[in-house]
């Protein structure tokens, strides 16, 4: 882990454990199978976006909100995971996908900045050389958006810490495995594709982030971009 790496992740623990009072057992028990993992793909994301947003006309205003939006999202699902508030977390993420779709096709098309219908969004966007040439990726998007569509509107019973108070606060192992490679898998998308949207962008980017960057993708997504494997 880089000293870049190590200062933000410091930061995320902090943002994480003040609302709620962590204790340092709570951060150790929990920090090689969720926290470290997750920080490093939001880490990765984040240093993209930073990039865009210091580029100009890189997206027109309106879509790079939504982009902005589908980071900030990541962020709060994540915070709201950890506060054992799975649903939200989840809804959250969902919106992410919803943000991040509509940020890269309305660079395209921009009546779909104002398209409310979100299968009409995804019908549009799958037409799009960006979305229709990276299959793989667009199709991992829907199928995670999928997911959470039926998590989010499964029976309470499966999100019992919702409409129980005592449980609220309960951190649950056992869902941290299923959420840490959904939100791997809608990051390591998102870098690909933003990648494909604009390849002589993503070559001029600091090496420093781009290193950070490729600490997301696996050797199957540098391979597909052609990027150093090893």
């Not at 951060?27 to 993209?48: D, G, L, Q, R, T």
């Not at 779909?112 to 990276?134: A, G, P, T």
Request: hydrophobic share 35%; glycine share 2%; proline share 3%.
């Amino acid at each position: 882990m880089s000293r870049k790496v190590r200062e933000d992740y410091r930061d995320f623990k902090s943002f994480l454990s003040t609302p709620i009072d962590m204790d340092k057992s709570f951060f150790c028990e929990n920090e090689s199978n969720f926290f470290k993992p997750v920080h490093k793909y939001i880490f990765s994301y984040m240093n993209y976006i930073h990039e865009i947003n210091n580029e100009e006309d890189y997206l027109p205003k309106e879509s790079l909100c939504y982009l902005n939006e589908s980071l900030s999202d990541i962020i709060q699902s994540v915070h709201s995971f950890s506060l054992g508030m799975i649903k939200p977390s989840e809804l959250i993420l969902r919106s992410s996908i919803e943000n991040f779709i509509r940020a890269i096709s309305s660079s395209m098309k921009i009546d779909l900045l104002e398209e409310r219908r979100i299968y009409k969004l995804f019908e549009e966007s799958e037409k799009m050389d960006i979305f229709s040439e990276n299959t793989d990726y667009f199709n991992n998007l829907k199928n995670s958006y999928s997911n959470l569509c039926r998590s989010t509107h499964s029976s309470l019973e499966e999100h019992r810490n919702i409409s129980s108070f005592d449980e609220v606060n309960q951190f649950k192992k056992s869902d941290m495995p299923k959420y840490v490679s959904e939100i791997n898998s809608i990051i390591r998308s998102y870098i690909v594709l933003l990648v494909k949207y604009n390849p002589e962008f993503y070559g001029g980017i600091f090496f420093d982030n781009r290193k950070s960057i490729h600490e997301s993708l696996n050797k199957l997504d540098k391979k597909f971009l052609f990027l150093d494997t090893k």
